[in-house]
Nanobody, 123 residues
Framework: QVQLVESGGGLVQAGGSLRLSCAASGRTSITYAMGWFRQAPGKEREFVAAISWTSITLYADSMAGRFTISRNNAKNTVYLQMNSLKSEDTAVYYC?????????????????WGQGTPVTVSS
């Protein structure tokens, strides 16, 4: 089993940037795909971005161009760089992992979740 811990959330003004980090521990010998979901108050959890062990990336259409996902396999860490933030980006951001990239968009098919880190964008 792999454990995920997010960090980097906080309060930022609209138009600003934040970088989230997610550190994996435990059974990290498996080459997991990793990614990010978010859940705004009163809304369902939605896919944001994912990255394979070999750095192939997937993005939700609404975030492509503003958000960039990357990973450092030596550090077992994945990052989400968020630029040009909008008030509608306010949510709790969750890190997730799966054994392959193809399943990363399905929240019911993931192998591990982090506890979430809140992001608040003030307008």
């Amino acid at each position: 089993q792999v454990q995920l811990v997010e960090s980097g959330g906080g309060l930022v003004q609209a138009g600003g940037s934040l970088r989230l980090s997610c550190a994996a521990s435990g059974r990290t010998s498996i080459t997991y795909a990793m990614g990010w979901f978010r859940q705004a108050p009163g809304k369902e959890r939605e896919f944001v971005a994912a990255i394979s062990w070999t750095s192939i990336t997937l993005y939700a259409d609404s975030m492509a161009g503003r958000f960039t996902i990357s990973r450092n396999n030596a550090k077992n860490t994945v990052y989400l760089q968020m630029n040009s933030l909008k008030s509608e980006d306010t949510a709790v951001y969750y890190c997730a992992a799966a054994k392959n990239l193809a399943t990363m968009k399905d929240p019911n098919a993931l192998d591990a979740w982090g506890q979430g880190t809140p992001v608040t964008v003030s307008s």
